[in-house]
């Protein structure tokens, strides 16, 4: 009896790795050998490598010279293989990159005690300056210290702000492209939608991270379906995450 029960849950694990080769999209990659020797120095455990193959997709079909925006730059990993593809394809489209660098409340201690989590919270700031510092030094991005919903704000007030590498920057207009990987919450995802969506143009591209169904982060997933219910967003592609084109 065992061994036949043994054989059976064989054949089913069989069928079930058929099928799913056959019917479940597969993610695709983009290898590039640059982007591998950037991932040793950059923090990059958290990227979706799937994430890659997109911006790449992303930024060889721009429809204009409009800005790019980022929301969560983390370590500056993304945010240099964004300012990469743009150089590789010829873009001149600048990029505004955006995080807040606040993981967890500042007074509570990391589980070992040694460092606080605002130590933390400035070494990955640290970071994010050092690697972009060393990988576009010809180009910095413009990078602004501050929560995706204080940002919007003074985006649509066209503002001039003094930004991380103290330029000064003029804010507004319109965006090709918006990266969302900011807060993770149902709220924190839709608010950044709608801010998104107020400054995205017409043709332009929107990608959410976390956003792939099953991804744990249901929250997000929810926004994604509710973007499909507008009928504004075509979904070009989930890879495994969501890449909408603005109609």
């Known amino acids: ?7 059976s849950l064989k054949f089913i694990k069989k069928i079930y790795f058929i099928v799913k080769y056959l019917f479940i999209p597969r993610t695709k990659y ?19 490598k799937g994430n890659i193959y997109v911006w790449n997709y ?7 010279g409009s800005p790019i925006l980022e929301i969560g730059a983390f370590s500056g990993l993304s945010t240099n293989i964004i300012t990469y593809f743009l150089d590789k394809h010829g873009k001149s489209n600048d990029l505004y990159a955006v995080d807040y ?16 989590f605002q130590e933390y919270n400035n070494y990955i700031k640290d970071s994010f300056i050092r690697n972009t510092k060393f990988f576009n030094h010809e180009k910095l991005p413009s990078t602004f210290h501050m929560d995706s919903r204080t940002f919007f ?4 007030k066209g503002e001039s702000v003094t930004e991380l590498f ?3 920057v003029k804010l507004g207009g319109k965006f090709s492209f918006c990266f969302v990987d900011g807060d993770h919450t149902y709220e924190g995802v839709k608010n950044d939608f709608l801010n998104a969506d107020r400054v995205l143009e017409n043709e332009g591209y929107l990608m959410f991270d976390d ?3 099953g991804s744990g982060w249901d929250g997000g997933n929810r926004v ?8 504004r967003y075509s979904l070009i592609m989930k890879n495994p995450n969501y890449l909408f084109q603005k109609i």
Do not use: A
């Open 1 to 7: 009896m065992g061994t036949l029960k043994h054989k």
């Open 30 to 48: 983009y290898e590039d050998g640059y982007i591998q020797y950037m991932s040793y120095i950059c923090s990059g455990d958290m990227l979706e």
């Open 58 to 64: 992303v930024i060889s079909h721009l429809k204009s």
């Open 101 to 116: 660098w606040k993981l967890q409340p500042d007074h509570k201690k990391f589980f070992h005690k040694k460092f606080s």
């Open 153 to 156: 704000n003074k985006w649509n």
């Open 166 to 168: 103290d330029r000064n």
């Open 211 to 213: 956003s792939s169904d």
């Open 224 to 231: 994604m379906q509710e973007i499909i219910e507008t009928k």
